[in-house]
């Protein structure tokens, strides 16, 4: 079954927890029947993509260039094994550049024109553990729009598709090229800027602190690694919004006690995997704007409203939203 993006324009998920042992029913959002189409811009990046992919997959053959992907995605210099072309362009494969080595059969000119029309173009490796010096993997790409967990296209050395599952990732090491998500237009890492609270007079304020997440479901395909959960929180006197870097996949849990503020009112908290870049939606729960705008594309994974007398003791109180569950106190 094909996972459609879950992020409508309106969401009415306003939730009452009368007790903390209780799972709400969340609303579910009206479905899409078809997958969006993609944008012209979104074709023309796959397109570049599926060129860039063929070209690696034949320059796999030089242990320079595989030994050079193998270094530098295994630095995670944004938290993932990914490595921005532009940093690899020029660094030796070899005894030529990472981009002499590509432009071997287009030509320089070509790569480069190639290579200009993807912005934050990456190299990641996936799937099973990989010793480059023994290996030459497959080459995928990771595709802008349409359906996630589509199935996956892969190329190998002498130019032959492969069709691979695009929900399970393979037993076998692949590179994949696509958009980097972490880094904004510039290159540089997003970090997780969570806006200041207000102050509130310290009678009837209560601090409201994440103490557990459980993930289930990260809503991210194996092309694009690690997901990248992120959070916006609102009250009054709390308007939080970042990233937990340390919930990542299934399985993860908050390892960690967040903090998002103190309050005298009730908590809304908007819950979403981000694979966009892109500002553009404006997030409303129930009617309530959260005064911050997120990708359009990005997928939904959940929404409550916390009322304020669920905070004034000292119970845990859990809230399983089905692609993961919440623990505040």
């Not at 938290?79 to 070899?94: K, W």
């Not at 497959?138 to 996630?148: L, N």
Request: hydrophobic fraction near 40%; charged fraction near 15%; charge should be negative.
């Amino acid at each position: 079954m094909t996972l459609p993006r879950l992020l409508p324009m309106s969401l009415s998920l306003s939730l009452l927890l009368a007790a903390c042992s209780q799972t709400p029913t969340q609303p579910t959002p009206a479905l899409s029947a078809t997958q969006p189409a993609l944008s012209p811009a979104q074709s023309r990046t796959n397109e570049a993509l599926r060129t860039f992919a063929q070209q690696l997959a034949r320059s796999m053959t030089d242990p320079g260039v595989r030994t050079l992907i193998a270094q530098q995605t295994a630095r995670q210099f944004d938290g993932d094994t990914e490595a921005l072309y532009s940093t690899l362009a020029p660094m030796a494969a070899g005894t030529q550049s990472f981009a002499q080595a590509l432009s071997g059969g287009i030509g320089a000119q070509s790569l480069h024109d190639l290579t200009a029309r993807v912005p934050n173009l990456q190299v990641a490796v996936r799937g099973a553990a990989w010793d480059p010096a023994r290996t030459v993997p497959w080459v995928a790409v990771a595709q802008e729009g349409g359906d996630e967990f589509a199935a996956v296209t892969a190329y190998d050395a002498q130019g032959n598709a492969h069709v691979l599952d695009g929900r399970t990732a393979p037993d076998r090491p692949v590179v994949v090229v696509g958009v980097n998500e972490r880094v904004d237009a510039s290159g540089q890492v997003v970090q997780s800027a969570p806006v200041p609270a207000a102050t509130l007079a310290a009678q009837g304020c209560y601090q409201v602190k994440l103490v557990r997440v459980d993930l289930y479901n990260d809503m991210e395909p194996w092309t694009k690694g690690k997901a990248e959960i992120w959070v916006a929180v609102k009250g009054s006197g709390i308007g939080w919004h970042g990233q937990l870097t340390m919930i990542t996949e299934p399985g993860d849990y908050l390892d960690a006690i967040q903090v998002f503020g103190c309050t005298d009112s009730d908590v809304r908290f908007y819950w979403y995997e981000k694979d966009g870049t892109n500002l553009d939606f404006e997030i409303s729960v129930d009617g309530y704007g959260f005064g911050i705008k997120i990708d359009d594309s990005n997928d939904f994974l959940g929404s409550t409203t916390m009322r304020k007398a669920l905070f004034e003791g000292t119970t845990v109180n859990k809230v399983n939203l089905g692609n993961l569950s919440q623990y505040t106190h």
